[in-house]
Each structure stands twice: as C-alpha cells, then as structure tokens.
C-alpha cells in the first residue's frame, strides 16, 4: 500500500475536510456495522457534488494510473463508489469502463461485471475508499476469474489499518492511494478540525480500531 506522493496527500485531505467527506468526531464517535467505534466517518461520494473537488481527485487518479499502470487497457470500478470515478477516468484515459457488482444482478444476464469482458485484457481497479480490503480485493479476484489480469488498485483514501496491507501483499495485488488517515491527521489539526490534545488517541485508533476507547 503506497500513498501517490505526500503533496498530493495533503491536498487531497484538506478537500475531503472542507467539504465535510472527511469528518472527525473524537468525543462523539461513530459506529460502524463490525460494532468498531470509530472517530471518522469518510463518504467520498461528496466529492461528486462539488465540480473542483471531483476533478482534482480524478487527475490525480489518472496520473496514478500513468505512473504506476502505464499498460493499462480498461478501468473497473467497484460498484457503487467506485463506478463515477473510474468513468471519469477511463474518459480522461481514453480507455474501456467496466464496473465490479457486489453480488450477481438477480435478473437478466445476472452479471457480477458489467461491461465487455475481454479475457486477458490488463486492468486498474478503482476504490473509493479502503478499510480492510475486503470487498475492494472481492471485486479484484472476481475480474481475475472472468479472464481479466488485475494491474493493481488505485484508490481515493485509505484507513492504512494494517489488516488491509497484508491482506493485499497476500493477495498480490499493489494498492496505491491518494491519502490516508495517516497523512490526513496533520492537515486535520494544522486547520483546527481537531485539537492536538486528541492526536494521540486518533493514531492510537489506527492501529487498534477493534480496541479502541474514546474515553482514554
């Protein structure tokens, strides 16, 4: 798991702050559907709403995809998020789109991948957002049984919990990301959404998230 370039990083999380995709609620945590408390809720999705937002995530996923998959001959996304982006992209790239359902469409042809499945053909994969990797490497080892040779993963913003590091190193699979919540905290506190008081116990959440108490 890589992050794009530590400028970019920077950028990219002083954004998803300002628009509210990023937010951090220390002492009002949430909840997530694992039960795990958790001081930030991340819906890149918002991004979409705003044009300046949108378009500086998409160049930096493009360059991404230049520079670390510069072979690459379609993008796929990871349905729901993950398909306005990797649209945008695939445009600005001019590259055939496809995109990853979580499960068989239950009627019709009861696709997992919508698009032309071309075996062979090398492709990105975009995320919008990874946390254990789970469902994100689900839809990559989908594409690889259809026919497809996964290049790697591109996404807009990482959690950086080590589970999902060693889940992509054992699944082979490079990972690069625009930000994570690593390089986001120092832009949090540098523009006052949190304090320095609460630094500790942030990172600490990082690294234990199913330990994590947000009264130490």
């Known amino acids: 798991m890589e992050i794009l370039d ?3 990083a920077a950028e990219v999380a002083d954004k998803l702050l300002e628009i ?17 408390k ?7 999705r918002l991004s979409l709403s705003f044009p300046e937002v949108r378009n500086l995530i998409k160049s930096h996923l493009v360059k991404a995809v230049q520079h670390y998959f510069p072979h690459a001959e379609a993008i796929a996304g990871v349905a729901t998020a993950g398909i306005p982006q990797g649209a945008l992209m695939a445009n600005d790239l001019d590259l055939p789109f496809l995109y990853v359902r979580s499960k068989p469409k239950g009627h019709g042809m009861e696709n997992m991948i919508e698009g ?4 062979g053909q090398k492709v ?3 995320e919008d957002l990874v946390s254990t990797g789970g469902s994100s490497l ?4 989908d ?18 919990f080590d589970v999902a590091a060693q889940n992509f190193e054992n699944a082979g699979i490079k990972l690069i990301c625009l930000c994570d919540y690593e390089a986001m905290l120092p832009r949090a506190v540098a523009r006052n959404y949190v304090s320095e008081q609460v630094l500790e116990s942030l990172e600490s959440w990082r690294k234990a998230p199913q ?3 947000p009264q130490a």
């Open 211 to 213: 330990e994590w108490n």
């Open 38 to 44: 958790s001081p930030i809720y991340c819906d890149n």
């Open 138 to 141: 689900k839809a990559a080892q």
């Open 143 to 160: 594409l690889k049984n259809a026919g497809f040779e996964v290049l790697g993963m591109v996404a807009i913003f990482s959690y950086g």
């Open 116 to 119: 032309k499945v071309t075996p």
């Open 20 to 36: 509210q995709a990023i937010r951090l609620q220390p002492d009002q945590p949430f909840t997530w559907a694992s039960g795990w």
């Open 6 to 8: 530590p400028n970019v």
């Open 124 to 126: 990105v994969v975009v």
